[in-house]
């Protein structure tokens, strides 16, 4: 199959009243070959074209209750859970990943940090699968430099959960050797699901594109999306 | 009817809030061995009778007030109905 190097395949960034990544997902998937079109959470359907789907980070309806709680039930996201069971592509990034995670289409839960304070700093992480359409971008155990900002980011699982996950490959990021930042079991940091086409972290590869501002590994796992969101748009129909 | 759901962190699983609790209690003297914080929810709603009340409940606690992963729930009923 032949892919056109330029062609642009549309990324949808949903925006829910709350979501506050939403631009910075844009612009930094529009630099990296991405059309990319922020959709409000009220659309019942995705726009025409999309190859892949970004939930932004944020603090959708005020966090109210649990993290994504609400925002899960949002008309977008029986669209969104749709085109992941089509095997769409879907990255939810922080709050996004919370959505994700209350939505059941990843595994596990995400829980107030173990220190109660809210994390904002760079991270290393582990790159533990480096074959998901998320991650081929990335050398074989390649640790990645990019920021955190949360206070509800202590991914958990209980012991059956976590062993099982170990064994089906779905822990794709792990923070580095003393760089949990938030108490997270087995020091996970982002999760896929059995298909590998739905994965969330809580770092922030958006604000890590830029030498401007540090780091530019997000441009890694926003990358590998890019690139594979360009291949499955050229599948004809 | 009215109905109160109360919403708590399962046994096993670490409560961070519980335990910042606990030790602002122990530094105010209180001889305090465990604190453990949750959630309330209050509720006013349609129901036939308490059974149906319960189930209608028990639905709203696995679709959104708990997280079963983590969070157990006990709903009490209001007696005057």
Known sequence: MTVAPDLRPRIAVVVFPGSNDDRDAQLALELLGAEAVRVWHTEGELPIGTAGVVLPGGFSYGDYLRCGAIARFSPVMGAVAAFAGDGGLVLGICNGFQILTEAGLLPGTLRPNESLSFVCRDVAVRVERHDLPFTSRCRAGATLTIPVKHGEGCWFANGELLAELEVSGGIVLRYAAGENPNGAVGDVAGVANAGGNVFGLMPHPEHAVDPLLGSTDGALVLGSLVDAARLSSAVPV | ?81
């Open chain 2, 1 to 81: 009817m009215r109905a109160t759901v109360l919403v708590r962190p399962k046994a096993g699983i670490l409560d961070p809030q519980g335990q910042a609790v606990e030790s602002s209690l122990q530094h105010l003297g209180f001889a305090v061995d465990e604190a453990r914080v949750g959630r309330l929810v209050d509720l006013e709603i349609d129901a036939a009778d308490a059974a149906d009340a319960r189930a209608q409940i028990e639905r709203m606690c696995e679709q959104l007030l708990a997280n079963p992963l983590i969070e157990s729930y006990e709903i009490e009923l209001a007696e005057d109905a």
